[in-house]
């Protein structure tokens, strides 16, 4: 993760934050969402950015027609009932897995260990966010009468002629996260700049996943307190659940490590607990970064 930007974010913040409080604007966060964003993140992933049918945008959704299809179904971009991705042990997938492989986290670690590829609980998060996937490469598009919706080759290849069979009125190209920046960059006005999330294939300067936890005998690091199938994790409320606001490693075959999921939840995890209420920013699964840190590591 670039943490000079979040250091940047710190000193912009407090003065977008003032500007918007004068004006009468929404709620505001100090650590880091981004007021700009027309999704509430409030309540579920159906007002987020991680709804892609943008329908929190009204009308405006159409700027992205051109660029990826529409399913008018905000799980479907990642889940399927049926037909799910058999190349990915991940929850009823339905996304492109293509087997790309990533530059990985290069400096050295204190315990001397070295970081393993990205297991699934991070590739699931890459198949959009290192840009070789558009974001509308789904297996099983929603089932329309009369129309092909299942592609199988579609588990790990990009199918074009395939995503073109779904019906929309203008040709669409299947943008693939870096093709989004056409619009979303940091000179157009009128769409947010996505280049920040644009974690691509080099993972050089992002937190290192696919890492163990060290030894916390030897290691400033906190042991774990509880593990539930292929998760171990930090059972904050001790009810042997790992709940959306527990901070966890995965264990994809090669013991348990740090992946993209074992800090966000993809869903979004309400603050303080509360349903319906406002989501954490960025997906985190817990509100505050040192909190966030000093759950793993002990300094
Ligand atoms: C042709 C230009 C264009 C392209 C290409 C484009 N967008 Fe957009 N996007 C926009 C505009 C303009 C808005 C702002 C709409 C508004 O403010 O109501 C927007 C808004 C969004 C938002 C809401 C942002 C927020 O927080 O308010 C998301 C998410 C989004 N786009 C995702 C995408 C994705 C994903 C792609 C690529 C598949 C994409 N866009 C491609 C023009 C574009
Ligand atoms: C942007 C992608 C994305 C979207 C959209 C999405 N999910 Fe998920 N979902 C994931 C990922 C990634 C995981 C695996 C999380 C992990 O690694 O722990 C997951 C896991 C799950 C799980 C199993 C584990 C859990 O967290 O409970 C369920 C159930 C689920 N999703 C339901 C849904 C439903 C219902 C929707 C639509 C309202 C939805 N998801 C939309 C990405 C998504
Ligand atoms: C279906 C494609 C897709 C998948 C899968 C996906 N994302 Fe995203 N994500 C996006 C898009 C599009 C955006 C909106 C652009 C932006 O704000 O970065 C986004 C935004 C984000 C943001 C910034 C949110 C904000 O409001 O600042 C974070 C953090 C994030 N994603 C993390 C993840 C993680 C972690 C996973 C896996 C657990 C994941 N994403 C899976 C497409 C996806
Ligand atoms: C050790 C915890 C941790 C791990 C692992 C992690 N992230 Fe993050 N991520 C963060 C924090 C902290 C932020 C900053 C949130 C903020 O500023 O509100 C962040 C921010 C982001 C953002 C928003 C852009 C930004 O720089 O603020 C995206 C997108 C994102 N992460 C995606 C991912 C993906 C994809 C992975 C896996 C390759 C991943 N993250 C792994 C902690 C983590
Ligand atoms: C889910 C647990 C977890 C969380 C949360 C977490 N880390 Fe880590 N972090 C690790 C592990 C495991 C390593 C690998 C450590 C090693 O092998 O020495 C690591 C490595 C690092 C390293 C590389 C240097 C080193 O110690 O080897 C830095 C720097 C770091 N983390 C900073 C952070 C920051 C800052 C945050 C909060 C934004 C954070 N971490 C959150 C687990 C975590």
Redesign the pocket.
Known sequence: MDYSRSSKQCKVLPLIAAMLTTIGGGMVYADGW?P????SNIDSIVNT?HN?T?SY??G?SV??D???NDYGEVCVYCHTPHGANSTIGAPLWNRTNPGTSYTLYNKPLTSGQTPTAPGVNSLVCLSCHDGTV???SVINMPNRPGLSSYDSTQETTQNDAFLDTWPDNSPTLH?K?G??M???NAT?L???D?AAFFIDTDLRDDHPVGVSLPDTAIYDFNATTATTGNISFYDTNANGRADSNELRFYNSGEGFEVECASCHNPHGTPVNGTPGGPLIPSFMRVNEQSTLCLTCHNK
């Open positions: 981004d700009a964003s027309k999704a950015r892609m943008m945008l009204g405006a700027n992205m051109s660029s990826r558009a974001i509308d943008a996260f093709d989004c056409q619009c979303h157009n009128f769409a947010p996505f």
